[in-house]
């Protein structure tokens, strides 16, 4: 509720009534109240004492107090909410309706009128008088006859008045007034309403003030209270690092910068701006030599690795040959080394480089060598490494790099896509998120290989992506990868990856374990070309030589008798690994050093008492920072910073761009090496009892506290971090996380966490997931019911005291709020939610898998009751229904969706009913009468109209494919076209101009079909409708390939993915696009690698029973021309179950046209043949000329063809005879 607050500037000399709104909600009154036991609240106490604890009456008079409202005054929600709405308010007063509307918003007038008048009742119980709320005529009014002062008023008076010599907003904080502004600041206790964050009428209001508060703080150079309120600030960081910097605290200075460093990217997804790293660096500077990350004595050229540079420079030049790009700010196309390279030699255009190599080989020397030649080329570079210790957030390496990305070019994320930002932003936080079961990380996959691309186009020369020891990676993060990698074919990116050489098969432990997933991906890019390996052994004798002798101290050349038997020892002693070198060479002359490892050589300087801290550094994580240092230290600042100048002189850790980390992985392994098990558990507990108390992720707590063997204290944080991990689509870590504490977790937490192992189990398409939740509506069944607020039940009256009195407009008092005591089937009904909810998800999965009976024993007695549950048991209703052909029972299920969807709520599965409701009339042949009543039903609300209308998108697909003749449709559409028009719907004229589009499309008639489509995209586009909008893209896309623009609906389609993403009609749209994207594929290997992409993608939540087969036959054919058999069967399989929803319909043929290409495959091709005869001629009798010409075609050109590898190449060749669409439009 926007309102000017300004309307009392003096305050009353001695007023009545005092209101506390600012950090709490507190009343205080002059007088005491009859009959009310006045208690102060810690609260009230503290309010009191500031701002007027007593005051001198008149001679002969008594001293008064202000006295607070005891808490229990305000048990009515509605009647504290009136007061705090009023106290806001100009003057104090509210028109009636506006109160109505801000309290019970969407309740009828008269439902709401005689709740106000009950509010009105408590409320002047509340404040001692039947003047304390008035409703005189359309008025209500707070104590309008008495000296009232409200809390916030007061703050925004002195702030103004303090600020009013720095002009506007943006004024110097300098030309305030010194005590005028802290007077302001010591004003302000906190935000506003606190407690009433989601009240729609304090938003405004709230934040106001918090701006105004901030800009008092601002102008009192009150930084640190100012970064706790908004720790993005970088102008506080910069304040506290010059501060701190100016005072000789250097250690601080840079601690400051990291604390900036993490806010800006959590907050904001950016780093430092450039003033910030300028003054970090003057801070730096001043430091010793051995503290700065440049004077490190590894600094330099590679030795030995010109080869494998020379690789990689033809992997970057290449990627800029894919693109027919060379740099595009000027200059000349320049390979990483400063030349210009000749032509590759590499087969095709792999958008990854996959660095591997034994621990010490010099993998990540060699990915900082590349990233420093590829930074002077022109490209952007970002770099992030694997630590699986850390547990600090799902992707953690990924989303490091792409950040470091943002923080070389500020400007990277600012520019991307409104859509793509916040989800990029919220996995950047690391904050706690909450998962609603929906699908996480395939918007995230989407943003973030926009960003790759955008960060690429940007470049002169590209964009440039390094992550290290990837075999420490999360699936979640490997995923991602090899996504982006997918992704980047032809496109100006490339991603440089290093891991430690796999095991051999048959190796037993931890790491033996973990890399599966890294070597299927690892193996599926180099089988597909899209990567190519680097395999980094061990020096030769030269290249020893010469690392020896660039870094062996002077002392020790001069006392060697013979440099060369030095040498000599040791390439011997390191087996010519350049980390053992070094710190070999650096250590000659000891011959202590022989007996070490190259690890254990820097750990061996260190004494006893720093080694056991510097253990729980290494216990603790790869990285760290100040804060973390000193918290795990647990020593005074001065001696934590000693330490930590010791460690770096040492060379034990060295200096990063946000903090610290080991010289070396091997360092880092020395130290966990001297743990023995039982003290490594013990270590383990004292990390997250510090990480905790610092404030740490969940993740990263439960994970000490799991490997220290506290299974149980684990719980609570791995609630939190699993389902933060959901939330992003982290699913497989998310749910070896719940498997860790489930055996140990008790009551509510055990039920929550069952609850979310069947979600997961689900979102990963896992057969457990039926067994999962009967196991969790078991634990569910056996969990207390939970209270209810009183407020929200419902009662009698409790009844009046008689003095009520008038409203002054006839109104009694009287009403129906709730009452005191909350019956006990309101209880049960809060309980129960989510016991129903799990029911009705059980039975929406039996119903799917066509287990009607077992779907109907589970849903049985189960109905919408008003609470969290029922659109879930809704959506499991419907389509039990539909699918025993009960469609009376659908349809009634249906329409409570959508009378639900127009009171405005916007569940998933709501929509879904509308889909339903689509299909049903579709069944009765009643669709078209259906749209026209929407047509009407819809006219008023635009909103309303695109939810509407795109929930028929597969209702519409449904009848194209279908028998009903196209000449009928296009008849169809545009009737329904010309009533939108004469409607002025321009959401419904969008829809018919799609379905036109899509008939002559189907028909064959490409000019008109481009003519309507192009039309509908811009008509989506003015009503901002991104399913519609998504769809007819596809279909743009479709012709514009059947017209021979491959690059043209390549780009359509990238639109289209962006649109339906972010479509609450996601599942009905991302199947027929990434079906899509596969036929527009140059080739079989790039059709593959675009199945590959879309099944990184498409979740357990993206299936629909109708649109599964609008990928899974183009996937299938693909699959089968490129070789991969298996992959074309199971695709095949997925298709052949939707294929009986969708019996009598063009997709019969283009089965029978996938199953002969996997005839081909499989070596059959009199079957091949047999199979395209009858897919032509289904082609044909449906209407379909292009697919159906497209099968002759194919049989016609196997001729004699007796093998895969003989017909392969026809049968995925049409595409380049005629550009028609693969597997059926």
């Known amino acids: ?352 480089v996959l660095v591997a190599g034994v621990a010490g080989v010099g993998k990540s020397a060699l990915l900082g060598e590349v990233a420093r030649r590829a930074a002077a080329a022109g490209w952007l570079v970002g770099r992030g490494t694997s630590a699986a210790v850390e547990g600090e957030w799902p992707y953690a390496p990924v989303l490091e790099a792409l950040a470091d990305m943002c923080r070389r070019q500020p400007g990277l994320l600012a520019g991307l896509d409104a859509r793509y930002r916040p989800e990029l932003e919220r996995a950047m936080s690391g904050r706690d998120l909450d998962w609603s079961g929906a699908g996480g990380h395939q918007r995230l996959f989407v943003a973030a290989a926009e960003l790759l ?102 002392a020790a050349r001069e006392a060697a008798a013979d440099q060369r038997e030095t040498t000599r020892r040791i390439w011997e002693l390191s087996r010519g690994l350049p980390f053992a070198v070094l710190e070999l060479a650096r250590r000659a002359g000891d011959d202590s050093a022989a007996a070490f490892t190259a690890g254990a050589i820097v750990v061996a300087r260190l004494g006893p008492a720093t080694r056991e801290l510097v253990c729980l550094l290494a216990v603790a994580g790869s990285t760290f920072g100040t804060d973390e240092l000193v918290a795990l230290s647990a020593r005074p600042e001065r001696e934590a910073f000693a330490l930590l100048d010791e460690l770096l002189e040492l060379g034990v850790v060295e200096r990063t761009e946000s903090g610290f980390r080991f010289q070396h992985r091997l360092v880092r392994d020395a130290l966990l090496a001297e743990l023995a098990p039982h003290r490594r558990r013990v270590a383990h507990r004292e990390v997250a009892e510090r990480l905790a108390a610092l404030g740490s992720s969940p993740a990263r707590v439960a994970h000490h506290l799991l490997q220290a063997g506290e299974r149980a204290r684990a719980v609570p944080y791995v609630l939190r971090a699993a389902e933060t991990e959901a939330a992003i689509g982290a699913y497989a870590d998310a749910l070896a996380l719940v498997d860790a504490v489930t055996g140990t977790a008790w009551s509510d937490d055990r039920a929550r966490l069952l609850e979310l192992r069947a979600d997961l189990l689900v979102a990963l398409a896992d057969p457990r997931a039926p067994d999962a939740f009967r196991t969790a509506i078991a634990a569910a069944s056996a969990v207390p019911p939970a209270p209810i607020d009183a407020d929200e039940g419902s009662g009698a009256d409790e009844g009046s005291d008689g003095d009520e009195g008038s409203d002054g407009d006839g109104a009694s008092d009287a009403g129906t709020d709730a009452g005191a005591e909350v019956p006990a089937t309101a209880r049960a009904a809060g309980y129960s939610a989510r016991l129903r909810t799990l029911r009705a998800k059980l039975g929406r999965i039996h119903a799917e898998a066509g287990e009607l009976d077992a779907a109907a024993a589970v849903l049985d007695g189960l109905e919408p009751a008003g609470d969290a549950a029922d659109s879930a048991i809704m959506m499991a209703r419907g389509i039990l229904a539909f699918f025993r052909g009960d469609l009376d029972g659908a349809a009634a299920v249906a329409a409570e969706g959508r009378r639900r969807v127009v009171a405005g709520e916007t569940d998933w599965r709501l929509l879904d009913l509308l889909a339903l409701q689509g299909m049903v009339a579709h069944v009765r042949g009643e669709w078209f009468i259906r749209l026209e009543t929407e047509l009407r039903r819809t006219q008023r609300s635009s909103a309303l109209a695109t939810t509407v209308f795109d929930s028929h998108l597969c209702v519409a697909e449904y009848m194209l494919y279908g028998p009903v003749p196209y000449d009928e449709v296009i008849g169809l559409a545009d009737q329904f076209r010309d009533k939108g028009r004469q409607a002025g719907a321009t959401r419904a004229v969008a829809f018919a101009e799609t379905l036109a589009g899509e008939a002559y499309l189907l028909a064959g008639d490409l000019d008109r079909a481009e003519r309507h489509l192009v039309l509908a995209v811009d008509l989506h586009r003015d009503v901002e409708s991104t399913g519609g909008g998504a769809h007819a893209l596809q279909r743009l896309a479709q012709t514009r390939l059947a017209l021979g623009d491959r690059a043209g609906a390549s780009r359509l389609l990238r639109r289209a993915l962006g649109l339906a993403r972010w479509s609450p009609f996601a599942r009905h749209l991302v199947q027929r696009i990434h079906g899509t994207m596969v036929a527009a594929a140059a080739d079989a290997e790039a059709a593959l690698a675009a199945v590959e992409r879309a099944e990184a993608t498409l979740g357990a939540e993206d299936a629909c029973p109708f649109c599964d087969i609008m990928f899974a036959v183009p996937a299938a054919l693909a699959s089968a021309d490129a070789g991969d058999l298996g992959r074309a069967r199971r695709h095949l399989a997925r298709a052949s179950e939707a294929m009986a929803l969708w019996d009598g319909t063009a997709w019969q043929a283009a089965m029978h046209e996938a199953e002969a290409h996997l005839a081909l495959g499989e070596g059959d091709p009199a079957e091949a043949r047999a199979r395209l005869t009858l897919a032509a001629r289904l082609f044909e009798d449906v209407g379909h000329p292009l697919d159906a010409a497209r099968c002759a075609d194919t049989e016609a050109g196997l001729g004699g063809a007796t093998s895969h590898a003989a017909t392969a190449g026809s049968a995925s060749g049409g595409q380049e005879r005629a550009p028609v669409i693969r597997g059926a439009v």
């Open 1 to 352: 509720m926007a309102h000017d607050m300004a309307g009392v500037r003096d305050k009353p000399a001695k007023p009545e009534v005092r209101i506390q709104v600012l950090g709490g909600f507190d009343v205080f009154l002059r007088a005491q109240v009859p009959g009310l036991r006045l208690v102060a609240t810690a609260t009230a106490t503290a309010t009191a004492t500031a701002t007027d604890t007593a005051e001198q009456a008149p001679a002969g008079a008594a001293r008064a107090r202000m006295t607070p409202v005891p808490p229990e005054a305000w048990r009515r929600r509605h009647a504290a909410a009136l007061v705090k709405l009023l106290a806001l308010a100009p003057g104090r007063r509210l028109h009636r309706e506006r109160v109505l509307d801000a309290l019970w918003p969407g309740v009828p007038v008269d439902e709401a009128a005689p709740r106000l008048h009950k509010a009105a009742h408590f409320a002047r119980r509340a404040l001692g008088g039947a003047d304390g709320i008035m409703l005189r005529g359309d008025v209500v009014a707070l104590c309008p006859d008495r000296e009232v002062v409200v809390d916030a008023l007061v703050f925004q008076d002195l702030a103004e008045r303090a600020l009013a010599d720095q002009g506007s907003p943006g004024g110097r904080p300098e030309a305030a007034d010194a005590a005028a502004v802290s007077q302001a600041a010591d004003a302000y206790p906190g935000p506003l309403l606190p407690d009433d964050l989601y009240e729609p009428w304090t938003a405004e209001d709230r934040e106001r003030l918090r701006l105004l508060y901030l800009r008092v703080l601002r102008a009192a150079g009150r930084w640190e209270a100012l970064l706790a309120q908004d720790p993005a600030d970088e102008e506080a960081h910069l304040a506290l690092m010059r501060r701190h910097a100016a005072g000789g605290e250097r250690h601080v200075a840079l601690r400051q910068f990291e604390r900036m460093d993490r806010a800006l990217r959590r907050e904001l997804g950016v780093g430092p701006g450039a003033e910030a790293v300028a003054l970090r660096e003057a801070v730096i500077a001043e430091l010793p030599w051995r503290a700065h990350p440049s004077a490190s004595p590894a600094a330099g050229a590679l030795v030995g690795r010109d080869a494998e540079l020379r690789l990689v420079e033809r992997v970057l030049a290449g990627s800029r040959a894919a693109t027919g790009d060379g740099p595009r700010s000027g200059g000349e196309a320049k390979g990483p080394g400063g030349h210009v390279p000749g032509p590759t030699a590499l087969t095709g255009q792999p958008g990854a």
């Open 453 to 554: 691309r955008a960060a690429g186009e940007s470049a002169p020369a590209g964009a440039l992506l390094l992550v290290d020891d990837l075999h420490e990676a999360d699936d979640a993060s490997l995923r991602l990868l090899h996504y982006l990698v997918r992704s980047s074919v032809g496109q100006p990116a490339v991603l440089a990856l290093a891991h430690r050489s796999l095991p051999a098969a048959g190796a037993v432990g931890d790491f033996a374990a973990r890399p599966r997933l890294l070597a299927e991906m690892r193996a599926s890019l180099l089988m597909r070309g899209a990567a190519v390996a680097v395999d980094l052994g061990p020096l030769d004798h030269a290249a020893t030589d010469a690392l020896v002798a660039r870094h062996l101290p002077a």
